[in-house]
């Protein structure tokens, strides 16, 4: 978002933020002279007179008495400030609001406390005054806001004021008010401190769970990316990553493209190799020959199974999804695992799962991926990544409504 667009955000959100009604609805705790000087402010403000406005405003400060008064004085000028776009005056007048001593008290309403802290939080954090807006995050919280953007932007606030412990308790207790179903702007603000905090255990199980949530390509490509360089990764757990790749729409790196395709034909998956060949993998021997010579026995392949042990089916259920014969590939995994003795527990179910998913056998595709034990460092996260990918599948979601998490504002 451009700084223009921010400040035009804000100001919208700060006038949905209050009922700006006359001055004189405030009679009753509000000195004489404060209040005709407010309202003056209030009528010169609608005729369009910015200098009656800004004498009258300037008038109450100086006649305000009470921490009322200097409260009122405060966040009405800010409020008007900001209704003709002088975020500068405004944010200045809102932080005076916020730092009041009226707003800190037994006496203040819970609608001041919303309302004075909403505005200097905002404009706190518009101007980049992160250890005030923290300030106002925290008093702000105290009255149970519901509002998505505004618990976003105090989130922001948190974590960018160094409070990292409160924004983390502010994500989860709207993930817990969500019903466990987080928005994204709420992960993305939990990823976001993850990432300041060099907590990348942290990061890369929030990022985890965006993807699980959401299933954004830009997202797969990013986690996949992280799962790829897992230190001990096997050489079958890479070709099981580049072929969620392939189906999750992700855009893999160059050198990730290239690590499939050249493990892929190692491996005598020759029909991975090719997909990664399409998806612009270079600087590996071309598949093409090899998988053409291959599929001239396939059916024969096929026909030995019942003759042979369990791993010569697992390795042929692999060459079978390489291609795209998933029902054959389902086949040969269950015979696979029927016939046993498979050096690797984990191989067969997994390119099981992998098939019925590609069939839209989801629930079995599920099911197949629960019995995968063993393998490597990178096995269960691998697994817990197909899985994430076949509820996406099964139960697509829904467009998304929350308000994103604003970003840090954009240098004046």
Known sequence: MTANKLRASLVAALLASAALTAAPAFAAKLGTKTNNDLANAQKAQKAGDAAAMKAALDKAAVDASSDYDKYMAAFIAASLAAQT?????????????????????ADATPEDKTNGYRIALILAYNNKHYDKAKIYAKGLEATNPTDPALINTMIQAYALGGDSASAKALVNK??????GKPDRAALQAMLNINVADKDEAAAEETLEKIVANFGDPKDWSQLIDVAISTKGLRDVELVWLGRLMF??????????????????????????????????????ADPTAK????????????AAVPKQNGNY??????????????????????????KGGVPDSSEAPMVLGQALAAQGKYDEAIAAFGKVTGGGPATAR?????????NLKKNPPAAETAAAAPAAPAKK
């Open 247 to 284: 189906v999750t729409g992700s855009t893999p790196s160059a050198q990730d493209l290239r690590l499939v395709g050249d493990t892929a034909s190692h491996l005598a998956f020759y029909g991975d190799a090719l997909l990664a060949q399409q998806h612009g993998g270079k600087d590996f």
């Open 313 to 338: 089916a697992a390795k042929l259920a692999e060459a079978l999804y390489s291609y795209g014969m998933y029902a054959e590939a389902e086949s040969a995994a269950n015979a696979a695992m029927a």
């Open 291 to 302: 998988a053409d010579a291959d599929k001239k026995t396939i059916q024969a392949q096929i």
């Open 85 to 105: 776009n002088d975020l500068a005056t405004a944010g200045v007048q809102a932080e005076l609001a916020g730092d009041s001593a009226y707003l800190a008290s």
């Open 382 to 390: 691998i697994t817990r990544l197909w899985v994430d990918h076949v």
């Open 174 to 179: 709207r993930i817990a008010a969500m019903g």
